[in-house]
């Protein structure tokens, strides 16, 4: 990890908060935050280097949480 | 430390964080499951958050987590003393973020704003209720994982005072995982109760 690379992903993550503050209420914040959250976690969090068995157990969160909010959809959809 | 034993305590902090990832992920279904049954009052609710203290709070979040991964890269280029730092500024940032944090809680109960039933504040029904319920669950535990690496930041810095940074890259990058981890959930509560405004 380059200090360049950790610098531009500060500038991106600030500059998507403030995207985000602008953009109140609107629901595109909550779409701002996915983003944010891919950035941090491919760079602060270093995953783009990470072992596998590292990314394998992030790549299961976002199963998991996909699922977690498909059901929670389906159940406030379907009433 | 051996190799076999870094990537085994890499491998528990992932463990951990997948473990946190779905306490959240279960309290962020709840909100959109409520939110979708009060889309009205969700949105009102969030017109009496305090818009500018959770900005500030994001910038700052945002910031320590540059801060700590810095602290990370220097101890790779074996600079100790300028790691010590690196660490300091991410703690200052945290104490900031937490002391804005207990000031916002303070507005809300002052205006009568408090979590369930039983508030003096702008009555908005059931939706206000669970929306200031949810706020004061979530921003609560992530204030408690917050305070947590304040204390793990605190270790790091009196370990790498003692030794050389680079002997202890490994504690190093795994409490900068956790604190980068604990700044991402921030990034869906930032939107969630201070943003999302609209869809009445």
């Known amino acids: 990890m380059s200090g360049r690379t950790l610098v531009l992903t500060f500038v991106a993550l600030e500059l998507l908060a403030g995207a985000s503050w602008l953009a109140s209420g609107t629901g595109l914040p909550i779409a701002v935050a996915f983003v944010q959250a891919l950035v941090s976690a491919t760079w602060f969090m270093e995953l ?3 072992h596998p068995v590292h990314r ?3 790549l299961a969160i976002l199963f998991f949480i996909a699922l977690l ?3 929670t959809a ?4 379907l009433r | 430390m051996t190799p076999e034993r870094a990537h085994a305590w890499r491998l528990a902090v992932w463990i951990l964080i997948a473990s946190e990832a779905l306490l959240f992920a279960g309290l962020f279904a709840l909100y959109a499951g409520y939110r979708a049954e009060y889309p009205g009052a969700f949105a009102r609710s969030a017109t009496h958050s305090v818009q500018w203290m959770g900005g500030v709070n994001t910038v700052i979040l945002i910031a320590s987590s540059f801060a700590i991964a810095w602290a990370v890269l ?4 074996g600079r100790e003393r300028v790691v010590a730092r690196w660490l300091g500024g991410a703690a200052a940032l945290g104490i900031a973020f937490v002391a804005i944090k ?8 002052g205006e009568g704003i408090v979590a369930g039933a039983g508030g003096h504040g702008p009555d908005e029904g059931r939706g206000m209720q669970l929306f200031f319920t949810l706020y004061y669950l979530m921003t609560g535990l992530h204030l408690v994982h917050l305070v947590v690496g304040l204390a793990l ?3 790091l810095i009196a370990l790498v005072r003692g030794a050389r940074a680079a002997h202890h890259l490994v504690p190093l990058e795994l409490v900068a995982l956790y604190w980068n981890f604990v700044d991402l959930i921030w990034m869906f509560l930032w939107p969630m109760f201070y943003l999302l405004r609209g869809g009445a």
């Open chain 1, 48 to 50: 783009r280097t990470a």
């Open chain 1, 56 to 58: 394998a157990i992030a």
């Open chain 1, 69 to 71: 909010c498909a059901g």
């Open chain 1, 74 to 77: 389906a159940d406030s959809g």
């Open chain 2, 74 to 77: 220097e101890a790779w280029r």
């Open chain 2, 102 to 109: 207990l000031a916002e809680w303070h507005v809300h109960v």
């Open chain 2, 153 to 155: 930041v605190a270790w």
